[in-house]
C-alpha cells in the first residue's frame, strides 16, 4: 500500500560531515553525523525515528527542517528537491511547511516575551494574515486548540509548566499551518503523565490538521502508541526499518533489541495509559 502511496517528504541518501579542528595542531578531523540515511514520510503518517545518544537524529531533523544542509544527498518536499535552496526560497517554500519543536520547552521561548508575542511572531515570520487584528485571532484560536485558555496569552514563559510550555511551542510551530511537523524530542522531558497528554494531543492535531510528524526520540515506549512506521539510526546509518509491528515484534538486529529492552513500561500499559 505505502508504495503506491506518494511520500510527502524524501531523504535521499543523505550524509553530513562535522569538521573539527584540533587547538593547537592545523589536523583536522571528521566526524560523520549522519551516514547515507534515506527515509520517506507519508502524508497523515507518523514516522518515528529512534536510536541512542549520538546516533544522528537531531542532525537528521535540522537537514530535513533545512537548519542545517547536508553534506551529500538531497531533501525533497511535495517533489521539490529543496536541499540547495537559498534562505529566501527557503522562507518562501519550506519555513511554512516543515516545522520543529525541541525538546528543552524554554529553549525556543524567549523569557522576557509574552506567549502571545511567541505565537505572533511566527505568523509575522511568514507573513500570514491581512492585519495584526486576524493574526491575534488565529494566535488565540491555536493556543485555544492545543489546550490552553486564551487568557494566558499576556504570561510569560516561567508562568507556565513544562507541559504547558511544549503546548505554547506546539501551537508556535501549527500556526503557520505547517503540513510537517519534526518533534525531536518533544514529549522526552515531561513527566509520564504529562506526557501522555500531549501525546494525545499531537494525535488530535495530527488528525485535524492533515499533518505528518517524524517523531524523534531514544525512548522507544512511546513510539508504538505514536507511529505508523519507524527507522533506527546507530552511528548515522539506519540500521533498521519497517512498520511498528515489525520493529517491536520482529527486531532484526541486536541494537534494535537493546533499545526495545530498555523500554522501562509495559507497551500494553503505556497504552492505557496514553488514552
Ligand atoms: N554542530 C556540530 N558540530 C560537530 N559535531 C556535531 C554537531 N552536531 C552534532 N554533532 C555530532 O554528530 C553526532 C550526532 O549528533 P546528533 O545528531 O545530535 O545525535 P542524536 O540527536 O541522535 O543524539 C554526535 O556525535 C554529535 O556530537
Ligand atoms: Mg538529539
Known amino acids: 500500500m505505502i ?23 592545523r589536523a583536522q578531523t571528521v566526524m560523520r553525523a549522519v551516514n547515507n540515511v534515506s527515509l ?8 518515528a525515528l529512534v536510536g541512542e545518544s549520538g546516533s544522528g537524529k537531531s542532525t537528521t531533523g535540522r537537514i530535513i527542517c533545512a537548519l542545517e544542509r547536508p553534506t551529500s544527498g538531497t531533501v525533497v518536499f511535495n517533489d521539490e528537491n529543496y536541499t540547495d535552496f537559498s534562505d529566501h526560497l527557503l522562507r518562501q517554500k519550506i519555513r511554512g511547511n516543515i516545522q520543529m519543536v525541541l525538546q528543552d520547552p524554554f529553549s525556543s521561548l524567549n523569557p522576557r516575551k509574552t506567549i502571545e508575542h ?13 492585519n495584526h487584528s486576524e493574526r491575534l485571532d488565529a494566535v488565540v484560536d491555536m493556543i485555544e486548540r492545543v489546550g490552553l485558555s486564551s487568557g494566558m496569552i499576556n504570561r510569560y514563559p516561567h508562568q507556565f509548566s513544562g507541559g504547558q510550555l511544549q503546548r505554547v511551542n506546539i501551537a508556535r510551530a501549527l500556526v503557520v499551518r505547517p503540513k510537517i511537523l519534526i518533534l525531536d524530542e518533544s514529549v522526552s522531558a515531561l513527566d509520564v503523565s504529562v506526557q501522555a497528554q500531549v501525546l494525545n494531543l499531537l494525535q488530535d492535531l495530527k488528525q485535524e490538521f492533515s499533518l505528518s510528524y517524524l517523531f524523534i526520540t531514544h525512548d522507544l515506549s512511546v513510539v508504538r502508541f505514536i507511529a505508523d512506521r519507524v527507522g533506527v ?25 537493546n533499545l526495545l529492552s530498555s523500554i522501562p513500561i509495559p507497551n500494553p500499559e503505556h497504552r492505557q495509559l496514553a488514552f
Open 3 to 25: 508504495g503506491q502511496r506518494k511520500a510527502i517528504l524524501q531523504v535521499n541518501s543523505i550524509t553530513k560531515d562535522f569538521v573539527r579542528r584540533g587547538f593547537t595542531s
Open 233 to 257: 539510526l546507530r552511528k548515522g546509518e539506519l540500521v533498521e526499518e519497517g512498520t511498528v509491528d515489525e520493529i517491536f515484534d520482529h527486531p532484526q538486529t541486536d541494537y534494535t533489541q
Open 40 to 47: 520517506q514520510l507519508f502524508a497523515n503518517q507518523t514516522y
Open 118 to 130: 511567541a505565537v505572533l511572531e511566527a505568523l509575522e515570520i511568514q507573513k500570514i494574515g491581512k
